[in-house]
């Protein structure tokens, strides 16, 4: 038996659902409108609401726009018009109704969404291979964030159809849920272009830059929120197990702990094991050491955590103490930080966006202290959000291997590290079956550390 969600949460959804739509059908003219020469619907959209400089100000970057785009034409075109029909379709495979009253319409839909995203990946993967990263006008991060993207919208896609098969239906859901989170970057980006070119004295191209680095958590907070408010109403939610081997998580908090010591004690202070490689600008300020700190501790604090969170407690006081005070810290070094290059644009909302959510994750969790299992959820959300540290290295070590500027490293590493453990908070709270990964939740008072 279903229970309906309330009226506002109806109107929510309904809203979110109908924005994507609308943008997937913007984006299926796209191709046209380059042919033709004229500006894409969208950023005709976005002129009229903010301005025409603000969209198309600066000569040079519309020139490498042009550029780009003509040189990956047939990609950006596969990607635009397969995506918004990908977009399209997926919006009304979340429609609860049509899968229960409707069913086979709801599986023609999913055949076309699941072909119409296979090939709108694959577009972007071509339009990407073609154009060097460093031609990217939002940065070179933002393209090995697209390139990220792509590959996991197509595992995520990958891992729903498998479940589908096996007549798997909640791990299903979940999939398609992280698969649309996926999507809905697309539209988002062009919302927070909207509202922070209202805000900030930013043209598209920095808004971009900067909104690159908090697009991947952002769209899957709103997927987790329709998988709460929505999907469990629909049908019961898979309990909340690891989508991480214990022991490969152990090894990635101790390497975070001396990660965050080194980058935001000692770096900030002259003993920076990496001076002969960046400079003092990509260095955080003397101020990060109120993060370092609380961060170190934290870390530990969050593997003792994550078991009693997968049962549905919540976490310590002193363990949500530790994480405001890290939250606290991330939003002074947000405030030290200066200059208008991308780079550090996307430094500076990836600081303010990081430390302005886990200081509302701790706020929460010290409010509402419920065991029941909505809340377990978010909190399994909120904990591994605190975790994003832990893989700056290996993702540091990886990009490092393209030649790009320390800065433009640095930006990279910031906006895969918090998406890397956005998706993986999401598939650890709704219990989504990883490859490889037993489907185990540790015992109660039993430690990851």
């Not at 796209?30 to 950023?43: E, N």
């Not at 595992?155 to 007549?167: K, M, P, T």
């Not at 930013?202 to 709103?222: D, F, R, W």
């Not at 310590?316 to 550090?344: E, I, N, Y």
Request: aromatic share 8%; hydrophobic share 55%; glycine share 10%.
């Amino acid at each position: 038996m279903t229970t309906a969600p309330s009226r506002s949460v109806r109107a929510l959804a309904l809203l979110a659902l109908l924005v994507a739509a609308l943008f997937g059908l913007a984006s299926l003219v796209y191709p046209i409108s380059m042919l033709q020469g004229q500006w894409p619907l969208v950023s005709q959209l976005m002129a009229a609401l903010v301005s025409r400089d603000f969209v198309m100000g600066d000569p040079q970057t519309v020139q490498q726009v042009i550029h780009n785009y003509t040189r990956g034409f047939l990609g950006i075109s596969a990607h635009t018009a397969l995506g918004g029909l990908a977009l399209s379709a997926c919006t009304l495979q979340f429609l609860p109704t049509l899968r229960r009253r409707h069913p086979h319409v709801h599986r023609v839909v999913g055949m076309v969404a699941v072909g119409s995203t296979v090939g709108a990946m694959i577009g972007a993967m071509a339009y990407l291979w073609v154009t060097p990263a460093i031609d990217n006008v939002s940065g070179p991060a933002f393209a090995a964030a697209l390139w990220l993207q792509a590959v996991t919208t197509l595992l995520s896609l990958g891992l729903a159809v498998a479940s589908i098969r096996r007549r798997e239906i909640r791990a299903h859901m979940g999939w398609m849920a992280l698969m649309m989170a996926s999507l809905m970057t697309a539209p988002l980006l062009r919302i927070g272009d909207v509202i922070v070119g209202w805000l900030l004295p930013l043209n598209l191209t920095q808004t971009t830059a900067g909104l690159a680095a908090i697009l991947m958590p952002q769209a899957v907070l709103l997927m987790a929120w329709w998988m709460q408010r929505v999907g469990r109403l629909n049908m019961p939610l898979l309990p909340p197990q690891l989508s991480m081997l214990p022991a490969a998580l152990r090894a990635l908090v101790w390497l975070g702990v001396g990660t965050v010591l080194h980058e935001g004690l000692l770096a900030p202070w002259g003993l920076d094991a990496l001076a002969h490689w960046r400079g003092a600008d990509v260095r955080l300020p003397g101020i990060a050491g109120i993060w370092a700190v609380s961060s170190a501790v934290l870390l530990p604090s969050l593997l003792r955590e994550l078991p009693e969170v997968l049962r549905g407690r919540p976490m310590s006081a002193r363990t949500l103490l530790l994480m405001a005070t890290a939250a606290c810290g991330a939003l002074a070094v947000a405030g030290q930080l200066q200059g208008q290059s991308l780079d550090q644009i996307g430094h500076r909302f990836y600081w303010a966006a990081f430390g302005a959510s886990s200081l509302a994750w701790s706020v929460a969790g010290m409010l509402w202290r419920d065991g029941n299992r909505v809340q377990a959820n978010w909190r399994i959300l909120g904990l591994m959000n605190g975790l994003t540290p832990t893989v700056w290295l290996p993702y540091a070590l990886a990009l490092g291997l393209t030649g790009w500027p320390a800065a433009t490293i640095t930006t990279g590493v910031l906006t895969l590290s918090w998406g890397f453990f956005a998706w993986h908070g999401f598939v650890t709270a709704f219990g989504m079956p990883m490859p490889g990964v037993p489907a185990t939740t540790p015992q109660t008072g039993q430690s990851l550390a």
